[in-house]
């Protein structure tokens, strides 16, 4: 089963404005770029020259933020983001 | 307008809902504030909740709070490169209280949130705290994206993301060895289906932990639990053994799903909702000081998570209460001082929780350190058992002269014996 098929299953209440930031500039210097791999949503993606961020398929797991020290990540507003049916 | 209680408690999952249960049914006046839109639509647990410490606070919670199934039937699951060892234990007698069950957060939040409300606690959903507040040094309300709430008292319970904590300097943030990344599927299948998949009765439930080949070089754990009508089915591991191997979490999942120790077992499920959490893995070292001024930290974000027992939520409800008992005295006081709140570091250190944390203190570094460790040995072993199984003309004593060299092709003898006595001083 594809990733975009089971994140079609999720609800999220989407926010008009990105939960995420990140540095632009470092992301242009990472080699690294270690988000495109450890996010389970598979919110990041790079089209040279740029990161781009799929905020609206967050789950909101937070292992981007413990993985890049040029993430900044919050809490979506109340009462928006993943809304999970199951838990 | 700003609004006082004498406790605001942030976040309304196992942690936070216990201590606003314990201190609103002692007429403390309680605010929950809560981030999503119920109790419970953020939540992710493996699978099982252990009913002991629920039950110290709530005796028979598990007559009437919405569980899934009694888990009855515990196995280890080795799996190897060519083929796998099932170890299952399923205990006779029907145990009162019950050791553990599945639960789904979604349900089981909400109810729980239920009940401290009943106990007289108000809650306040769709509501993101953004900041702690503090005047003279002490912690005294929360600054939410719909106005601030005033508080003797603030008890944190933001689980595995602690953003609020490292803005008050009462966490550092995590490194990427101190979490893990579990990811998990709801994977719906007929009661009946599961009951003959399992050798289950109506509502017992299993619980099967994977160690080995699959995860290769990463230090964690597959699981699968039954719930009434789905499997949870998924696994963790340590983020810093994910980076080195720039695995997606989603690839290895999928990967999981075809194991032949798995597949045959979720065959026809439909799959209803794709989930991912933090664990918080840093052990006993990684418990930070768990409280100030004017706050008390609780469940994940106060990084109580035993790895080796899969606790998590029945510890976040243990930290609960014990945050709830000394918020009473401290309320009787009137004194929310630091000299009073660390009454609550010193119940959880003297836990059986803490306890056994202190206990495993390095274990899981050294399996980091070695982390040929979760593969070499359940290889071993179904290599050992594939000897000893098959009939091939050759005696005993010879299976057994192969059986040895297969081991020490896995894993030199003075490693296994090193190995043996790290794990035997760490968990027994």
């Given at each position: 089963m594809r990733l975009e098929e089971k994140l079609y299953l999720l609800?999220?209440?989407?926010?008009?404005?990105?939960?995420?930031?990140?540095?632009?500039?470092?992301?242009?210097?990472?080699?690294?770029?270690?988000?495109?791999?450890?996010?389970p949503a598979n919110?990041?993606?790079?089209?040279?020259?740029?990161?781009?961020?799929?905020?609206?398929?967050?789950?909101?797991?937070?292992?981007?933020?413990?993985?890049?020290?040029?993430?900044?990540?919050?809490?979506?507003?109340?009462?928006?983001?993943?809304?999970?049916?199951?838990? | 307008?700003?609004?006082?209680?004498?406790?605001?408690?942030?976040?309304?999952?196992?942690?936070?809902?216990?201590?606003?249960?314990?201190?609103?049914?002692?007429?403390?006046?309680?605010?929950?504030?809560?981030?999503?839109?119920?109790?419970?639509?953020?939540?992710?647990?493996?699978?099982?909740?252990?009913?002991?410490?629920?039950?110290?606070?709530?005796?028979?919670?598990?007559?009437?709070?919405?569980?899934?199934?009694?888990?009855?039937?515990?196995?280890?699951?080795?799996?190897?490169?060519?083929?796998?060892?099932?170890?299952?234990?399923?205990?006779?007698?029907?145990?009162?209280?019950?050791?553990?069950?599945?639960?789904?957060?979604?349900?089981?939040?909400?109810?729980?949130?239920?009940?401290?409300?009943?106990?007289?606690?108000?809650?306040?959903?769709?509501?993101?705290?953004?900041?702690?507040?503090?005047?003279?040094?002490?912690?005294?309300?929360?600054?939410?994206?719909?106005?601030?709430?005033?508080?003797?008292?603030?008890?944190?319970?933001?689980?595995?993301?602690?953003?609020?904590?490292?803005?008050?300097?009462?966490?550092?943030?995590?490194?990427?060895?101190?979490?893990?990344?579990?990811v998990?599927e709801?994977?719906?299948?007929?009661?009946?289906?599961?009951?003959?998949?399992?050798?289950?009765?109506?509502?017992?439930?299993?619980?099967?932990?994977?160690?080995?080949?699959?995860?290769?070089?990463?230090?964690?754990?597959?699981?699968?639990?039954?719930?009434?009508?789905?499997?949870?089915?998924?696994?963790?591991?340590?983020?810093?053994?994910?980076?080195?191997?720039?695995?997606?979490?989603y690839?290895?999942m999928e990967?999981?799903?075809?194991?032949?120790?798995?597949?045959?077992?979720?065959?026809?499920?439909?799959v209803k909702e794709y989930q991912?959490?933090?664990?918080?893995?840093?052990?006993?070292?990684?418990?930070?000081?768990?409280?100030?001024?004017?706050?008390?930290?609780?469940?994940?974000?106060?990084?109580?998570?035993?790895?080796?027992?899969?606790?998590?939520?029945?510890?976040?409800?243990?930290?609960?209460?014990?945050?709830?008992?000394?918020?009473?005295?401290?309320?009787?006081?009137?004194?929310?001082?630091?000299?009073?709140?660390?009454?609550?570091?010193?119940?959880?250190?003297?836990?059986?929780?803490?306890?056994?944390?202190?206990?495993?203190?390095?274990?899981?570094?050294?399996?980091?350190?070695?982390?040929?460790?979760?593969?070499?040995?359940?290889?071993?072993?179904?290599?050992?058992?594939?000897?000893?199984?098959?009939?091939?003309?050759?005696?005993?004593?010879?299976?057994?002269?192969?059986?040895?060299?297969?081991?020490?092709?896995?894993?030199?003898?003075?490693?296994?014996?090193?190995?043996?006595?790290?794990?035997?001083?760490?968990?027994?």
């Amino acid at each position: 089963m594809r990733l975009e098929e089971k994140l079609y299953l999720l609800r999220h209440v989407v926010d008009e404005e990105s939960h995420i930031k990140i540095d632009q500039e470092a992301c242009a210097r990472c080699t690294d770029r270690i988000c495109l791999d450890v996010c389970p949503a598979n919110v990041y993606s790079y089209v040279e020259p740029k990161v781009f961020i799929a905020y609206e398929n967050c789950v909101e797991c937070g292992t981007c933020r413990i993985a890049c020290p040029f993430v900044e990540w919050v809490n979506p507003k109340g009462g928006a983001g993943i809304s999970y049916r199951y838990g | 307008m700003t609004e006082k209680f004498d406790a605001v408690v942030v976040g309304a999952g196992p942690a936070g809902i216990t201590a606003a249960y314990v201190m609103a049914k002692n007429e403390m006046s309680v605010v929950i504030i809560e981030r999503g839109e119920f109790p419970g639509n953020k939540n992710v647990i493996g699978g099982v909740l252990y009913v002991k410490t629920l039950n110290d606070v709530m005796p028979e919670f598990w007559k009437e709070a919405p569980l899934e199934r009694r888990i009855t039937q515990h196995s280890y699951c080795l799996i190897g490169s060519k083929g796998h060892t099932l170890v299952t234990h399923k205990g006779a007698a029907h145990s009162e209280p019950p050791n553990g069950y599945t639960i789904l957060r979604a349900k089981f939040d909400k109810w729980y949130a239920k009940k401290a409300e009943e106990a007289g606690a108000t809650l306040i959903t769709k509501t993101n705290v953004t900041e702690l507040l503090s005047k003279e040094g002490k912690i005294d309300g929360v600054r939410t994206d719909r106005g601030d709430v005033s508080a003797d008292l603030v008890v944190v319970a933001e689980g595995a993301n602690t953003m609020l904590c490292e803005k008050a300097g009462l966490v550092t943030k995590p490194r990427p060895d101190q979490m893990a990344i579990a990811v998990k599927e709801i994977i719906a299948l007929p009661s009946d289906r599961i009951r003959e998949r399992f050798a289950l009765e109506e509502d017992e439930g299993a619980a099967i932990q994977y160690i080995g080949a699959s995860f290769k070089g990463l230090v964690g754990f597959g699981f699968l639990y039954t719930n009434r009508e789905s499997l949870s089915l998924g696994f963790g591991a340590i983020i810093s053994t994910m980076m080195r191997g720039r695995m997606k979490p989603y690839d290895l999942m999928e990967r999981f799903k075809e194991e032949p120790s798995v597949e045959p077992l979720i065959r026809d499920g439909a799959v209803k909702e794709y989930q991912a959490h933090m664990i918080p893995e840093a052990g006993y070292a990684g418990i930070p000081k768990l409280f100030s001024d004017g706050v008390l930290v609780v469940g994940d974000s106060a990084m109580l998570a035993n790895p080796v027992t899969g606790e998590g939520a029945d510890l976040a409800v243990l930290s609960g209460r014990m945050a709830g008992e000394v918020a009473l005295r401290a309320h009787g006081m009137r004194d929310y001082a630091s000299r009073t709140l660390s009454e609550y570091q010193e119940l959880l250190e003297n836990s059986f929780a803490v306890r056994d944390m202190k206990k495993q203190s390095g274990l899981l570094q050294y399996i980091e350190s070695n982390a040929e460790i979760m593969s070499a040995y359940p290889e071993a072993i179904n290599a050992m058992l594939s000897e000893w199984f098959r009939v091939d003309g050759s005696t005993r004593s010879e299976k057994i002269r192969r059986i040895r060299s297969i081991v020490s092709a896995k894993r030199k003898t003075t490693r296994v014996l090193k190995d043996l006595y790290v794990l035997g001083r760490k968990l027994l």
